[in-house]
Every structure is written in C-alpha cells, then in structure tokens.
T-cell receptor, first 107, second 113 residues
Framework: GQQLNQSPQSMFIQEGEDVSMNCTSS?????WLWYKQEPGEGPVLLIA?????ELTSNGRLTAQFGITRKDSFLNISASIPSDVGIYFC???????FGQGTRLTINP | KAGVTQTPRYLIKTRGQQVTLSCSPI?????VSWYQQTPGQGLQFLFE???????NKGNFPGRFSGRQFSNSRSEMNVSTLELGDSALYLC????????????FGDGTRLSIL
C-alpha cells in the first residue's frame, strides 16, 4: 500500500534557526498538504501544493512540491517559540499521513 | 465560519463497553473522515463518508463503524472496547471534491480502563 516517509522524526533547534523537513511517497501524488498540530488540538492546514515543482509560501513557511511528484519539502525560516508542534504531510486522498516531525525550540 | 466540532472532548470507558463519538463538519462540507491518533502509530485513517455513503475505509476491525446523516454530521462507534483503543480520535471535513484539503476538529480523547 501507499507509504509516506517523513524526516526527521524530531528536531531540537535554537530560536532563530531555519528548519527543513521532507516527505517521500512510494507513489505519485497530485497534491501535497502540510499540517501542524499543537498539544491538545487537531492538525491545522499550513500549505497546500497542487502542481509538480510548485513553491508556495505562507509567512515564514515555504513548501515545495517535488518534480518527481513523490516528495515534498517544508522549510521554516527564523523559527520562533510558537513554531513548536508536530508537522505532518499527506496527499490529497488523505488516506496516509507521514509519521510527523516533532519540532522543539530552545529559547 | 465555525470549524469542525467534535463531542465529547474527553471520554473514559472500560473494556467491553461501546462508545459513540460525534462530529459536526464545517457548514457546506459533505465529506467527513475519521482518524485514530496514537503515539506509536501516528495518524491512522479509519473511514470517510460522503453524502451519507462510506467512500473509503482503512484497515481497522469491524468493531469500528461509522455513519453520516443527511446534514453531513457524522458519528463513529466502537464496540467491545479494548485497552488498545485508547487514542485521540480526530474528525476532518472537506467539501468532498478532488484535491480539496480537509480541516480537522480538536478530537475526542478516549481512555479505556
């Protein structure tokens, strides 16, 4: 079945650093979605990507749809304490999610 | 615009009991999906309902079932509860047409004693 590998599983960084995470799929996706989940809450949609090669920004967040259509990347620039949480990737069919990247920031 | 609402937020049950969880989607959304989230397994897809019909189903035993009403509200039922069913159950809604992102509720935390 479809598999999504998300890495890294966790990151411990200093406030102000840039962050990069990625997802790789075993099959081709037509859409990539990135979500963030904070403790006690459901995942919140950050960025949606619809076209291979597409680069989309949302404030300090930038995501890219890989040209092979089997991967996607999420970057966070100049991290701040409120960026703490778990970041998930998924495709449009939403049947499979990446394992999540847990981001911890040292002030 | 109101978001996805899940009730109750917390629930404690004992083994062998059954439980029903409720989800009210965003107004106008016709698709509702359910997920189980545990620390070890991450987000696991349970099923999706669209216009009162199950459209997709994950790899969970028949003890897990759901339904959707004509107003798009959905319920999920788990019978004969097991300790391993302790999890956060998340509901997500979307308009239902291809490639439209879904939006999540804050979940129901189910604890089995």
């Amino acid at each position: 079945g479809q598999q999504l590998n998300q890495s890294p599983q966790s990151m411990f960084i200093q406030e102000g650093e840039d962050v990069s995470m990625n997802c790789t799929s075993s099959s081709i996706f037509n859409t990539w979605l990135w979500y963030k989940q904070e403790p006690g809450e459901g995942p919140v949609l950050l960025i949606a990507l619809y076209k291979a090669g597409e680069l989309t920004s949302n404030g300090r967040l930038t995501a890219q749809f890989g040209i092979t259509r089997k991967d996607s990347f999420l970057n966070i620039s100049a991290s701040i304490p409120s960026d703490v949480g778990i970041y998930f990737c998924t495709g449009a069919q939403k049947l499979v999610f990446g394992q999540g990247t847990r981001l911890t920031i040292n002030p | 615009k109101a978001g996805v609402t899940q009730t109750p937020r917390y629930l404690i049950k004992t083994r062998g009991q059954q439980v029903t969880l409720s989800c009210s989607p965003i107004s106008g959304h016709r698709s509702v999906s359910w997920y189980q989230q545990t620390p070890g397994q991450g987000l696991q897809f349970l099923f999706e309902y669209f216009s009162e019909t199950q459209r997709n189903k994950g790899n969970f035993p028949g003890r897990f079932s759901g339904r959707q009403f004509s107003n798009s509200r959905s319920e999920m039922n788990v019978s004969t509860l097991e300790l391993g069913d302790s999890a956060l159950y998340l509901c997500a809604s979307s308009p239902g047409t291809a490639d439209q992102p879904q939006h999540f509720g804050d979940g129901t935390r189910l604890s089995i004693l």
